[in-house]
Structures are given as C-alpha cells and as structure tokens.
C-alpha cells in the first residue's frame, strides 16, 4: 500500500505536471514584472526587466504549445513556490526606499524567481529528453538559455547597484 497516492504515476504525467507548473509560474511572472518595472529606479533594469517581460510572453506561448501538443488543453496547476517567491519580493520592495536600495531588493527577487525557473526547466528539458519529445526539449532548453541570460544580465546590473547601495546606507 502506497503511503502517498495521486495522479503522477511515471515520468510523462511528472513532466506534464511540471509544464503546468512552469505554465503558471510564467503566467504569475508576466503578472509581477510591470509592478517591478515601475518600481525600478535604474533605467537598464527597467529595461532589462521590461525585456524579459517579452521573452516571458514567448515562454508561456512555448508551454501552452507543448501541453496542447501532450494533452489537447494549455491548463496550468498553480505553482504556490512561485506565488510565495514573488509575494515575498514584493513585500520587500514596497518596504525598500526609492533608488538603488529598492533596486537591489527588485533584483534580489526577480533572481530567486529565475533560479528556481532554471531548476524547473532543467529538470523539464531532461524529461523531454528521455521521453522522445525531442522538438520540446530543444524549446525548453532554449528557454533555459534565455532564463540564465536573464539571471546573469541581472547580476551584472546588481553588481553596480549593490556598490551604490551600500553607499546610500553609509551616508
């Protein structure tokens, strides 16, 4: 007798539930980021942040493609990982003075939403490997890409910030 039970019972439906997690997390994701646009004070993190709205926007297009393709529907299972991250981040931002304070509070969040993207779609991209959904895997791996490129440009920008954060505290 099975201690736990439910509906993911090999890998095919743990990759499709995977997918409808990553499908909310993208969808949560275009939610959040104009609120953390407006907040922006640093003018190539707005844009940054604007830009990876619009590779979000694609993200979400490729995952409705791939469940539509799996299972005729683009449904999505709420991925509460996500909603706490992105709560979390939001919380402090709106406790962040304006100027480099509060953008490296934005940073701060957008990268704990993006590594956990990387984890996700890892994981995602292998299944699709191992499954034989070769055209799926090279999207997810794509998209993979584009979250790390995301992840490092705000590195790069953080890195600035950060120097002027901690300036604006020492005065």
């Given at each position: 007798?099975?201690?736990?039970?439910?509906?993911?019972?090999?890998?095919?439906?743990?990759?499709?539930?995977?997918?409808?997690?990553?499908?909310s997390?993208?969808?949560q994701?275009?939610?959040?980021?104009?609120?953390?646009?407006d907040?922006?004070?640093?003018?190539?993190l707005?844009?940054?942040?604007?830009?990876?709205?619009?590779e979000?926007?694609v993200?979400?297009?490729r995952?409705?493609?791939?469940?539509r393709s799996?299972?005729?529907?683009?449904s999505?299972?709420?991925?509460s990982?996500?909603?706490?991250?992105?709560?979390?981040?939001?919380?402090?931002i709106?406790?962040?003075?304006?100027g480099?304070?509060?953008?490296?509070?934005i940073?701060?969040?957008?990268q704990?939403?993006e590594?956990?993207?990387?984890?996700?779609?890892?994981?995602?991209?292998?299944?699709?490997n191992?499954?034989?959904?070769?055209?799926?895997?090279?999207?997810?791996?794509?998209?993979?890409?584009?979250?790390?490129?995301?992840?490092?440009l705000?590195?790069?920008?953080?890195?600035?910030r950060?120097?002027?954060?901690?300036?604006?505290?020492a005065?």
């Amino acid at each position: 007798m099975a201690l736990f039970g439910g509906n993911i019972e090999d890998l095919r439906s743990l990759y499709v539930t995977q997918l409808q997690y990553l499908l909310s997390t993208e969808k949560q994701i275009v939610d959040a980021l104009p609120k953390m646009v407006d907040a922006a004070t640093d003018t190539r993190l707005k844009q940054a942040l604007q830009s990876h709205l619009q590779e979000t926007k694609v993200h979400q297009q490729r995952l409705e493609g791939a469940l539509r393709s799996l299972t005729n529907s683009t449904s999505d299972k709420k991925c509460s990982v996500t909603a706490e991250l992105i709560d979390s981040g939001e919380k402090t931002i709106k406790l962040s003075n304006d100027g480099p304070v509060r953008d490296v509070a934005i940073i701060a969040a957008a990268q704990k939403v993006e590594h956990f993207e990387i984890a996700s779609y890892g994981s995602a991209r292998d299944w699709a490997n191992l499954l034989g959904e070769t055209e799926q895997s090279r999207l997810l791996q794509q998209t993979l890409d584009e979250e790390k490129h995301a992840d490092e440009l705000l590195t790069t920008i953080s890195q600035e910030r950060n120097v002027e954060a901690a300036k604006a505290t020492a005065a």
